[in-house]
């Protein structure tokens, strides 16, 4: 910058969730999506979305002006939003831009999500949170463009309204590092090669947004504290340079602010010093404040903003306040100019805790959702500003809350703890797996046996029924008769089109962890905490702040009537220890594997259970087993050890005779695939219809032995996918995994698709299974 840059604000916040408080913006999108209002009414809904997310954020504390208040709204993903903005538009969507490359709405969204051949970009998680982004495809001939309209308008929109707010951009190394290689990259290409080709566009961006007025911009960089990317860690620090040095350069820009959230940027800081940014944002929740910089590190980072992300935006415990200050003074040791804000955006939070009038009032007041961490960021703010004496009030009431919380019946169960403490080695291993096998020869299965993965499309009828029955206007028993019926008409469905091994559908789970949550102890579910997975779909995770323990059988008897319509098997579907705390809010006063292995205990008596109601294959799912995996390798084999030996416990006391299936998705299983293998499960069924099975490469060089099932139908996409895709996927398995092992299968539960592409899908699936066993058996019949 050639001027002084302006002042940071002392106290602000990473991003705000943008679905809206009582899920404004879903509903708009999908009205859209089925064309119940058009693309200009659902503009102005958004408008107003953002427009009271300002002004509640300014009532909250922030300030109006001086770049306090993010702009983070989106109306499907960050990512697929900076990929639209700098031109990187798969070539098999090129024709939904016009001639200036700009895509409007309906082709943003058809992009992420896909419309009749042309498969959507695929879908990740995001880093180590329950957030799905969607996966930039660069290549080398991709071409770099700006089309930063709607960036700029939203900024405009905002200073017409009397707020100087900051726009929030995913930064070029993550953007880049998070993309994969677009189809037809010659071998060794990495998008990061582009880097000195993408970094103009973003130059480009930051003129016209110092053109417009703005102050500061806020580039995202999560990638730098990640040490589980596909690039060399050298060559990652060496993109801070490149990228930073030519964006600091520019003479007319806003101040750079960049964060780093959800761990500490260890060997990156420095570089991240050196670069002519004017602001680092440093997680201090789920990262450390640095020690034993060198002097010249040390120097330049005391001519900078320090941003300190002292309040946890990933979970929604209200903490200990007076520590997240003390964290803060540390801070001014390394920089005389520091602010307060969250570790993460709050995206990953429900709204408002005023809102749970169901909740017992003393857990209410344990916990901070957006808007309490929001309160918490100004108080702290202030505090910088006036000095400690100024918030000493705020911070003995946290301080109050957490000794209650400590103290409260509930939170420490000596039975529990007695229970696992007397565990031994035995509890957490069956029998051999070839043991096993010959054990389930019995269950008669066909080659290439076919199933779903759980959950069928849960109607308007079901969620209404639902929702009477949770507002007493239903009666329970006919509630229970409702979901009967319901379960023997998918019974009837599957044994219709031919499917071998059957699910009951789940139509009487809300979801499913809330559905467990609601049945073991030590849970609390809340009535608006929804938080954006993906796209427009939502999810209300539970409350876990206790010790846990199943009071009752909780599957057990929907799974012993299904079975009793059917001569077919029927599996046991439960939901495993790791996806319970994934998709939950755990509690933060003990280990992730001490609570991890109160939820197996748990788990491991419905299997009992089930077994004894004549329930021979069960599937324990964990699709967050990849999500939880630490970002620093010197983590990961603690994590790995705690959330495969839960598992493990969970099913550990099945007899050789039950067949055991997991399920994982959305996950780079290369990184974990020696910890799917210690699973022991019998049989894994993956996400891999998306990513167009890549995962079969991982599974055939690993020497994966166990029963798999690669997804042939992505689910997360309306496209109903053809016999001769499904075919293709299935004979690409087939090429890397023997047939006595493969199962054929969707990607992931059908719970959010509609009845119609559902039964024609799994029609395609089972023709598809049908055409390749007719091609093995081809041979056999010639000779």
């Known amino acids: 910058m050639t001027t002084p840059a302006p002042v940071f604000p002392n106290a602000t916040i990473l991003g705000y969730p943008r679905i809206g408080r009582r899920r404004e913006l879903k509903r708009a999108v999908e009205a859209f999506w089925s064309g119940s209002i058009t693309a200009e009414q659902l503009e102005h809904e958004a408008a107003e979305l953002r427009a009271a997310t300002r002004e509640r954020l300014a009532s909250l504390g922030l300030a109006?002006?001086?770049?306090?208040i993010p702009e983070t709204f989106s109306f499907y993903d960050q990512v697929l939003d900076t990929a639209v903005a700098v031109g990187a538009v798969p070539e098999r969507f090129a024709g939904l831009a016009d001639e200036q490359g700009r895509v409007d709405l309906a082709a943003y969204f058809t992009i992420a999500r896909g419309i009749g051949d042309d498969a959507p970009l695929e879908m990740t998680k995001?880093?180590?949170?329950n957030y799905h982004y969607l996966v930039p495809e660069i290549g080398p001939d991709t071409v770099f463009s700006l089309h930063a309209e709607r960036i700029l308008a939203e900024f405009t929109e905002a200073k017409e309204a009397g707020f100087t707010t900051r726009p929030v951009i995913v930064g070029p190394v993550t953007f880049l590092l998070l993309a994969k290689a677009a189809d037809g990259a010659p071998a060794g290409f990495a998008p990061i090669d582009r880097l000195a080709?993408?970094?103009?566009?973003y130059?480009?961006?930051l003129e016209q947004l110092a053109a417009a007025g703005a102050e500061w911009v806020q580039l995202d960089e999560p990638a730098l504290v990640s040490e589980s990317l596909d690039v060399d860690r050298a060559r990652v620090i060496e993109s801070v340079g490149i990228a930073y040095d030519a964006l600091g350069a520019l003479d007319a820009r806003p101040a750079i602010f960049v964060a780093a959230?959800?761990?500490?940027?260890?060997?990156?800081?420095?570089?991240?010093?050196?670069?002519?940014?004017?602001?680092?944002?440093l997680d201090l929740v789920r990262g450390s404040l640095p020690e034993g910089l060198d002097p010249v590190t040390a120097e330049a980072l005391a001519a900078k903003t320090l941003v300190a992300g002292v309040i946890d935006g990933h979970n929604i415990w209200r903490g200990d306040l007076a520590a997240a200050f003390e964290r803060v003074a540390a801070v001014q040791h390394l920089s005389s100019a520091v602010s307060v804000s969250t570790s993460t955006s709050l995206l990953h939070v429900p709204h408002d805790v005023a809102d749970e009038d169901e909740l017992d009032a003393r857990l209410v007041s344990w916990l901070a959702f957006a808007d309490q961490k929001v309160g918490q960021v100004a108080v702290l703010g202030r505090g910088l500003a006036e000095g400690r004496g100024a918030?000493?009030?705020?911070l003995a009431a946290a301080s109050a809350a957490l000794a209650d919380r400590d103290a409260a019946p509930g939170v420490r169960v000596p039975s529990v703890r007695d229970r696992l403490a007397g565990l031994a080695e035995r509890d957490f291993a069956r029998v051999s797996y070839d043991e096993r096998v010959a054990a389930q020869e019995s269950l008669e299965l066909p080659e290439l046996p076919t199933t779903t993965i759980g959950s069928f499309p849960q109607t308007t009828?079901?969620?209404?029924?639902r929702a009477r029955l949770v507002k007493g206007e239903l009666p329970a028993d006919d509630y229970a008769a409702l979901m009967r019926a319901e379960i023997e008409r998918v019974v009837r469905l599957q044994e219709e089109l031919g499917l071998d091994v059957l699910v009951h559908g789940e139509p009487e789970r809300n979801d499913m962890v809330q559905y467990f949550a609601e049945l073991l102890d030590g849970f609390a579910v809340t009535k608006h905490g929804w938080v954006q997975s993906y796209g427009s779909r939502c999810t209300r995770p539970s409350i876990l702040w206790g010790d846990v323990s199943r009071p009752a059988p909780m599957t057990v008897e929907w799974s012993s009537y299904a079975q009793s319509l059917t001569e077919q098997h029927m599996k046991g579907m439960l939901t495993g220890p790791v996806t319970i705390l994934a998709w939950s809010f755990v509690r933060d006063d003990q280990p992730l594997g001490d609570t991890a292995r109160q939820v197996a205990l748990a788990l491991r008596d419905e299997i009992t259970d089930l077994e004894t109601a004549g329930i021979r294959i069960i599937q324990v799912d964990e699709p967050a087993l990849r999500e939880l995996l630490p970002l620093k390798l010197a983590d990961q084999p603690a994590y790995l050890d705690w959330s495969v030996g839960s598992f493990r416990l969970a099913t550990g006391g099945a007899v050789p005779g039950t067949q055991v299936h997991t399920h994982l998705c959305y996950s780079e299983f290369g990184v974990?695939?020696?910890?799917?293998?210690?699973?022991?499960?019998d049989v894994t069924s993956i996400e891999a219809a998306r990513s167009r099975m890549e995962v079969v490469d991982d599974l055939e060089t690993s020497g994966f032995d166990h029963g798999i099932g690669p997804g042939v139908y992505d689910i997360h996409s309306p496209r109903v996918p053809g016999v001769a895709e499904v075919q293709a996927l299935l004979e690409r398995a087939a090429g890397a995994i023997p047939a006595t092992r493969l199962w054929v299968n969707p990607d992931c539960g059908l719970k959010t698709r509609g009845y119609e592409e559902t039964v024609e899908s799994l029609r395609h699936i089972v023709e598809a299974t049908v055409a390749v066993r007719a091609e093995r058996a081809a041979p056999v019949l010639a000779g």
């Not at 995001?126 to 949170?129: A, K, L, P």
């Not at 918030?391 to 705020?394: A, F, L």
């Not at 009828?461 to 029924?465: D, K, L, M, Y």
């Open 64 to 68: 109006r002006t001086g770049s306090a």
């Open 126 to 129: 995001w880093f180590d949170s």
């Open 197 to 201: 080709d993408l970094v103009p566009v």
């Open 203 to 205: 130059g480009e961006l």
């Open 261 to 281: 959230p959800y761990g500490s940027l260890d060997d990156a800081l420095p570089a991240l010093a050196a670069a002519p940014v004017e602001a680092i944002g």
């Open 391 to 394: 918030i000493e009030g705020e």
């Open 461 to 465: 009828e079901i969620r209404r029924a």
């Open 672 to 681: 974990v695939i020696d910890a799917i293998k210690n699973l022991d499960a």
